[in-house]
């Protein structure tokens, strides 16, 4: 149990680390968080130039940000970047102006509903500038000529993203996808960055995976887009694949299924099942994370969104109220362990064909009936061997089997390689 606990803990010390960033789609922000998670997994980083055209879209120019600020008639900063990443829009252009509280009101942002909270806002595809404040501050602002100034550059760069491969048996990968431009936002960025993270770090470990499992670190949309467009020719490998995002927050488990469904849908709504945690499944539906660009209908990976309160029916959701006291080592940790629970079942999926299918072989002369183990697990083991030899018609799979026969994936896998070494099985 204590060793659990440190995990959690690891986690919510990388989220920690990772919250002061000035994070946006490009720039040096996206680099340091990357390098970071780096420190924890070998992470490839990749360079992507602006201008590049990927699908309907463009990489955009980088973005880079050394300064913000507003200094009122005193000369005192009322508003500093350096206090909190929020207070700018992220993409701002570079301002140096002097102006009236009228003319500043244009470009300010708050929210009078939580007047103790700063919005996080951006404006990638439109150039404007802005700063995010509460409204208290906003509503204490007196008459008077304010100094504004943006020290941005948005110049042509490149689009930064990390990649992490774990090779399994088979050439088959697993993809897990998680966003890492949020600027200091727990749950809706760090806890996904930390999940994905000791997720790879925990399956690197185990090792002897029957799958592989790529881990990829993208600017939200633009990122996803980028490295789909970069890898047309992997998509074929990938079986299934992952959206990790806002899974630190105290509320139970919110799993989106993919838009084809399929065993990443069926995987996760037992492992939440079994475990008897929380939980609520949803349709998909393309609004929300990351997978909006997996599924699409040119792409047509079978990828589900794990979260546990959904974005959006949180109030703290994109504002500054979503800060590291919103997140907890316990749900960081708890995900980590849901997620490897459906990652090893589903690395476990597979569909045989009984090579010798007329009437029942004969398991006594081949030495099948013979299982090491307790009682109850030889007649389990026995039990899986009949119930893979019944149903491996090549159209079911081993989750199928498990979910007729209430038997787990485990002992139907070990059943199938018993089966296998004894050509009474191949897989298709
Ligand atoms: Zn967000």
């Known amino acids: 149990m204590r060793a659990e606990a440190r995990l959690g803990d690891q986690m919510y010390a990388l989220c920690e680390r990772l919250y002061p960033i000035v994070r946006s789609i490009t720039g040096d922000g996206v680099r340091r968080t990357l390098r970071e998670i780096g420190e ?9 130039p602006s201008g590049t055209q990927v699908f309907d879209w463009t990489v955009p120019p980088e973005w880079n940000i050394s300064d913000a600020y507003i200094v009122n008639e005193r000369g005192e900063r009322i508003i500093d970047l350096r206090e909190h990443s929020l207070h700018v829009v992220s993409y701002s252009e570079p301002v140096r102006a002097c102006l009236s509280l009228e003319e500043l009101q244009q470009h300010l942002h708050s929210l009078p509903e939580h007047p103790n909270w700063i919005p996080y806002r951006t404006s990638y595809y439109s150039r404007s500038w802005g700063f995010c404040l509460t409204h208290a501050q906003r509503m204490s602002l007196a008459p008077g000529r304010y100094e504004v100034v943006i020290d941005s550059r948005l110049e042509p760069g490149s689009l930064t993203y990390g990649e992490y491969f774990v090779p399994g048996e088979r050439d088959e990968e697993f993809l897990v996808s998680t966003h890492v431009c949020h600027p200091s936002l727990a749950n ?25 499992f790529r881990f990829i670190f993208v600017p939200s949309t633009i990122g ?59 349709p998909f539906s393309p609004y929300g994370y990351d997978e909006r660009q997996f599924c699409s209908p040119g792409i047509g990976l079978p990828v589900g969104c794990l979260m546990r309160t959904p974005f959006g029916q949180y109030p703290q959701y994109h504002t500054s109220a979503d800060d590291l006291s919103f997140i907890t080592p316990e749900s960081l940790e708890e995900t980590v362990d849901v997620c490897a629970e459906a990652l090893a079942e589903f690395a ?28 109850n697990d030889k007649k389990s083991a026995q039990m899986a061997l009949l119930w893979m030899l019944s149903y491996s018609d090549g159209t079911h799979s081993t989750l199928d089997i498990s979910d007729l026969s209430g038997l787990s994936l485990e002992t139907l896998d070990r059943a199938a390689s018993r089966l296998c070494d004894a050509r009474l099985l191949a897989p298709c």
């Not at 597979?350 to 299982?371: F, I, T, V």
């Open 40 to 48: 924890l997994i070998p992470l490839e980083l990749h360079e992507v």
């Open 224 to 282: 996803a887009i980028t490295w789909l467009a970069r890898n047309q020719n992997r998509l074929g490998r990938i079986a299934g694949g992952l959206v990790i995002s806002g899974v630190g927050d105290r509320g139970g488990f919110t799993y989106k299924r993919s838009r084809s469904g399929g065993v990443i849908d069926r995987v996760f709504e037992r492992v939440l099942r079994r475990r008897g945690t929380p939980h609520r499944i949803e």
């Open 188 to 212: 809706d960025n760090l806890s996904g960055i930390a999940v994905a993270t000791f997720l790879a770090r925990r399956l690197t470990a185990e090792g002897r995976l029957r799958c592989g």
């Open 348 to 375: 476990l999926v597979r569909r045989y064909r009984n090579l010798s299918p007329y009437c029942e072989p004969q398991l006594g002369r081949r030495g099948l009936y013979d299982a090491i183990g307790g009682e």
